[in-house]
Structure formats: C-alpha cells, structure tokens
C-alpha cells in the first residue's frame, strides 16, 4: 500500500510533543497526522493549526468528540455541555481540514441503555445540524461492547448504521475502527453496507493482542491476532480512498521507541 494513505494518530507516540510527532511522523514517510484535541490545546489550536500546516502532512481526522452520557447524573445541562463542546471541535475540525470528526456517544454511565441511546442519538442530530452549517463530517465510531459502561453504547457497525440511518443527516457518517469491531461476525457485510451508504468516513486499525491484558494493550498491526490484512482488503474492495489511521493505546508501547514503532507500522503496511 502506498504511504501517503497511511496516517498515525498521535495516541499512538502519546509521549511526543505536537512539533516532535509532526517532525517524526514526516521523517518516517506517513501520508498524514492524526490529530487529539488534548494534543493541541498547549500550544493553543491557532498555534497548533499553523504547525500542522506548516508541517505538509495531509490530517487523517479530528479526535474526539460526543462523550453525552459521561456525567455523573441523568443532566441536560451535562448533554448540553457536551454538545457545545463537540460543537466548538466542529469549527476546529473545519480549519484543519480533517475529513472527519471521530465522534464516542458516551457510555451507559447513570443512564438504562435505552436512555442512553436516546440521548446519543438526540445529541447526534444537534452534531449533525452543526456539521451540515460548517460544511463537515461526522465519523461516529463503534467501540468494543467491553466499553459500555466506559466509552460507548454504540457496540456494532450495523447498530452505528442504523443509528445513522435515523438520524438522516448527509454529513453524518461511519468512522470505521477495525480494532474494536473485527470481532463481529458481521463486520464484512457492515463494510458493505456502509460503502453503499456513502457512510464510511475515516478507518482506524491496529491489532487485538492475544491474550489482551488490558485496555490500554493494543498492538501493531500484524502483530496480533485480527485479520487485518482481509479487512483492510475489504473495505478497498468497496473503492475507499481515504487515510487508514493506526491508532494504538498501549503502555507497553508507549514506554517503547517511537521510531522502532513507527518502522514497524511502515513496514505492515507497504506490505499488504
């Protein structure tokens, strides 16, 4: 696969500065920069857009935003918060000219299921109303069902489909994580059913350690136990031509060298 499609989220060296990934991740031959909102807020976002730019590398998306049910109560006022804020990462995501802004619902957290998932589906049409003002697009990401109770009610590729589907907005899409929905029996017929959709707006990928120790235990694509490759091979199937932004949470690898990381990354990927 050629690099220019290959992009690294900056979770993955979460111990680099914004100038030192930028520098490092263009040294190593990568297509684009994934950047994190958290990344960008100590050089302040004008400072740290004007980085990115300088930088020429291409920006495979907008991380993160959504995050409705995290309160510690059943509050509008919190919904609302989060909103705004998912909002403001809207105009952000326009300036940097990120084809996506990665979008968590927010886990069950003081909610039933039920609740949760109707308060994630009202915040994402306030989200997309804002898109379609702004001109961008919404990934809205599937995690691992693991992480209800701690990142997403949205657990499936079909269920964010049909969730996207509901809400009805043209900036409203998939933002397809293949680390946490390679799992699921269905996953090749949600990748199809998204390119058909026009859904699929940004793909992340790396691999399911075997046995994970955590969940911050990811690892480099190839090294794990996903069939990646076939993934990755299907949703090519479908015409995408987009980034495919490696994005790992791992200790281990965090505490690792960067360059050896990011060699390794290269590496899988030209060769699939």
């Known amino acids: 696969m ?4 290959l992009a690294v989220s900056h979770i993955t060296t979460n111990n680099w500065d914004l100038p030192t990934a930028l520098e490092r991740y263009k040294a190593h031959g990568l297509g684009a920069y994934g950047p994190w909102r958290d990344k960008l ?14 930088s020429g590398m291409g920006v495979a ?13 059943a509050c509008q006022e919190a919904v609302d918060a989060a909103v705004e804020s998912s909002i403001a990462a809207i105009r952000e ?28 589906k009202d915040s994402l049409r306030r989200l997309a109303k804002a898109a379609e003002q702004n ?21 499936t590729i079909n269920q964010a489909l049909d969730i996207i589907d509901e809400v009805g907005s043209p900036r409203m899409g998939l933002l397809l994580d293949l680390y946490n929905t390679w799992w699921d029996p269905q996953i090749k017929d949600g990748i199809k059913r998204a390119a058909a959709g026009g859904h699929i707006k940004g793909v992340h990928i790396a691999d399911w350690r075997n046995p994970t120790r955590s969940f911050t235990d990811r690892a480099v694509p190839g090294q794990g136990i996903a069939p990646l490759a076939e993934l990755v091979a299907a949703v090519e199937d479908t015409g995408w031509k987009g980034y495919y932004d ?17 060699d390794d990354i290269v590496t899988w990927f030209q060769n699939v």
């Not at 998306?61 to 109560?73: E, L, P, R, S």
């Not at 995501?93 to 994630?120: F, I, S």
């Not at 490696?246 to 505490?255: C, D, H, M, P, R």
Request: proline share 4%.
């Open 2 to 5: 050629d690099l220019s499609r």
């Open 41 to 54: 807020e100590p050089y302040g976002f004008e400072n740290a857009l004007a980085m990115i730019k300088n």
């Open 61 to 73: 998306n907008y991380c993160a935003a959504g995050f409705f049910t995290t309160g510690d109560k």
């Open 93 to 120: 995501q326009k300036a940097l000219g990120a084809p996506c802004l990665v979008t968590v619902v927010g886990p069950v957290g003081c909610y039933t299921v039920d609740a949760a998932e109707h308060v994630a």
């Open 135 to 155: 001109g961008v697009d919404i990934g809205l990401e599937a995690l691992h069902p693991m992480d209800i109770t701690t990142f997403s009610t949205v657990r």
């Open 246 to 262: 490696v994005e790992i949470f791992s200790e281990e690898l965090w505490n690792s060298d960067y360059d050896k990381l990011l």
